[in-house]
């Protein structure tokens, strides 16, 4: 597709209140806006959040990355794989390309007159002491939401599943991340501790296929897949290892939409936030969505209601949390508008 210019904005929107897992703390999260403008006026828009508490690529290097884009005469996917893009800037090249073709088709009259499908979502619960937990898991459930995210391996983790099955009742799901931050006796011995709370499953509780595999089968909680499966490969071999049941794909991190597809293939799949702005939230609810129609689709909530973790946003129409749903915007292409003043209130100078 002919490009008329190519537009990369760095931007960070702040937390409530600080984001803490076992990998470290977060006040605000940093991000990059890339807006594609054809030769006829219409604009696409992608959004790249680099990996900052994983050690991944640099929000400098994204922009830069990015930028190149510009010198490119064509821009399509065989374009975008071949520029050596990090797994976000290749997210948000990938995605404004796909929100681009669905304006386009939407101005060319080929509209869905279906009305798009609330997203069952999860709550995401910041690590802390359990009565605080508990706390903020039964904020969430006030406002409709019954599966609750535990990141755990930064503090009395057993305390704080226990806490919140008991604020939330025996009806509600519970699930714990570790981030990869439990060595394997650990991962075991809090398994087996939490085990009678009834978890849906552990996300990444420890580093490497062989471990994950090792703590697997000491368990009878499923496990989830996140650091260790960033694209197809990985999740065929975790899979030949039996190192998890279950992947859990940010958009960001596998390298947009259709790289999540692909790992959706090899084994069920839910869509989880790497902590996005509007835009990288709007394209995982269309993949998601997506997922959803196959007839074998897990039906596990996505981990994409991380927009109410923070105090403000780009966004004039952008998709909405409402009953533990997440209802995508109606208008063409992934229908999220930008607010400018908003934007540039956000922006960040890296020079």
């Known amino acids: 597709m002919k490009i008329a210019s190519v537009e990369v904005v760095p931007y960070a929107l702040p937390f409530r209140e600080p984001y803490v897992t076992a990998r470290g703390r977060l006040d605000r999260r940093e991000m990059v806006l890339l807006r594609l403008r054809s030769e006829d006026g219409l604009v696409g828009l992608g ?20 930028e190149t884009l510009a010198r490119l005469e064509q821009i399509e996917e065989r374009a975008i794989g071949q520029a050596g893009l990090s797994a976000p800037a290749r997210c948000a090249a990938t995605t ?8 386009r088709s ?4 080929q509209v869905e007159t279906d009305e798009p499908r609330p997203i069952p979502c ?41 806490a919140v099955r008991e604020a939330v009742g025996p009806d509600a799901r519970i699930r714990v991340d570790a981030n990869a931050a439990w060595e394997v006796e650990t991962a075991k011995r809090t398994l087996a501790a939490i085990e009678p709370f009834e978890v849906e ?9 062989e471990a994950m595999a090792e703590v697997g089968a000491s368990t009878s909680i499923p496990i989830a897949g996140d650091e260790c499966i960033e694209t197809r490969a990985d999740a065929e071999e975790a899979a030949r290892a039996g190192a998890c049941d279950v992947a859990g794909v940010k958009l960001s991190k596998a390298g947009g939409p259709e790289a999540a597809v692909e790992i959706a293939e090899v084994m069920p799949t839910y869509l989880s936030s790497a902590l996005d702005g509007p835009v990288g939230i709007a394209a995982a609810a269309q993949v998601a969505r997506m997922l959803e129609q196959s007839p074998d689709a897990a039906r596990f909530a996505h981990g994409l209601a991380t927009q109410r973790l923070f105090a403000a946003t780009v966004a004039a129409v952008e998709c909405e ?11 063409p292409g992934l229908g999220v ?4 003043n908003a934007l540039r209130a956000h922006r960040l100078d890296l020079h």
């Open 47 to 66: 959004e790249a959040v680099p990996l900052s508490l994983r050690g991944g690529t640099g929000i400098g290097s994204v922009v830069r990355e990015l």
């Open 96 to 103: 404004a390309l796909l929100d681009l073709r669905g304006r």
């Open 106 to 109: 939407a101005a060319e009259g």
């Open 122 to 162: 999860n709550a995401t619960l910041v690590a802390g002491e359990p009565p605080a937990v508990a706390a903020d898991a039964l904020a969430w459930a006030e406002e409709g939401f019954a599966t609750f995210k535990l990141k755990l391996g930064a503090g009395d983790d057993v305390g704080q599943v226990r």
């Open 201 to 209: 499953l552990a996300e990444q509780p420890v580093a490497g296929l």
């Open 321 to 331: 949390l409402r009953d533990g749903m997440l209802h995508p915007p109606e208008g």
């Open 337 to 340: 508008e930008i607010d400018e």
